[in-house]
Structure formats: C-alpha cells, structure tokens
C-alpha cells in the first residue's frame, strides 16, 4: 500500500476508506449540552497490537473516556450522571434497543467501571492506537472482559440491532 493514505483500508479486493473533519472542538460543548443529544460511536473495535501499519480514527480508542475526562470533568459542558445517560440509556431508548442500558433486573449486564478522577482518552490522528486510561473493569453481557485494566482475553459481545433492522444485509 506503499503511496496510498494510510487511512484507506483493504476490504475484500476493494480499498475503502475516509476520515472527514466536518466539525470544531470549539462548537462541541454546546452539542453537547442539548438535551436531544446521545453519544455514541460508529467506530470499528481495535486491538491496538494488531493493527497492520494502519492509521485509523482515534475513536475506537477514546470515544466515551473523552466525553467524560475532558467534557464533563476538564471543561465542566455537563455532569457526569448526564454524560452517563447520554451514552447509555438515552442512546438505547432512541435507537429502541430493549434490555440495554440501564441497570435493571432482565437487561443484558454491560458495565464499565471508571476512575471520574483519571478517566480521559490518548488517542490522536497521529498516534491512534493509544489506549485511554482510567477504565478499571468492563463487562460485556455480564462477564468481565476487562479487569484491573487488562483484557482478559473474553469477547461475550452480541450483535446488537435497533427496531430499523430488516434483515437484509446492509
């Protein structure tokens, strides 16, 4: 891939790929205070030492710690119970994902345990494979798939589909 972005990635025999800088860090905090507004990511999971060379986004590093290491804890946009909702059951609702969310007696066990104090994200378009930090233990349907910082090598993941699903392949 000599001479090509470093951002287009290999997909079957074709090489798709595309970063857009659409947005400004300086118009954020003020999305974020919307009440309307979920977080949420669109972003591929990365094992940071298996990534073939490739650059890629910073978000599947830093999404969620970014919202509430510089946002609500650096900046003060929001509260953290706010930011927490925003990302969990707030996107859940909106998207009519059932059992998720929320922690409640019958929904699927998704947990990340975090230091508020430490949590903040690493990732950069220059350096993307920069693991966050402040991430203590996480659960995925209710077994630990992080503990103590460290993967423990789990992945309980499901694929998870909306109300909007159809069956088809997108």
Do not use: C
């Not at 990635?9 to 118009?27: K, L």
């Not at 609500?72 to 119970?81: H, N, P, S, T």
């Not at 690493?122 to 995925?140: C, D, M, N």
């Amino acid at each position: 891939m000599s001479g090509q972005s470093p951002f287009i990635r290999p997909i079957g025999d074709a090489a798709i790929g595309a970063i857009f800088h659409i947005m400004t860090e300086s118009n954020l905090p003020l999305q974020i205070r919307q009440p309307w507004i979920k977080w949420g990511t669109d972003a591929d999971g990365m094992d940071p030492d298996n990534t073939g060379g490739l650059l890629a986004h910073p978000r599947p590093y830093g999404n969620y710690p970014r919202l509430l290491g510089r946002y609500v804890r650096e900046q003060k946009v929001i509260g953290l119970e706010e930011a927490i909702r925003k990302g969990t059951s707030a996107v859940a609702r909106r998207l009519m994902i059932k059992e998720r969310g929320l922690l409640e007696e019958g929904y699927f066990a998704d947990v990340i345990v975090f230091d508020p104090a430490t949590v903040i994200d690493r990732a950069t378009f220059e350096q993307p494979h920069q693991l966050s930090v402040g991430i203590e233990h996480v659960f995925v349907n209710g077994m630990a798939v992080v503990t103590a910082g460290k993967h423990t090598g789990a992945k309980p993941g499901k694929i998870v589909r909306g109300a909007g699903w159809t069956g088809r392949n997108q």
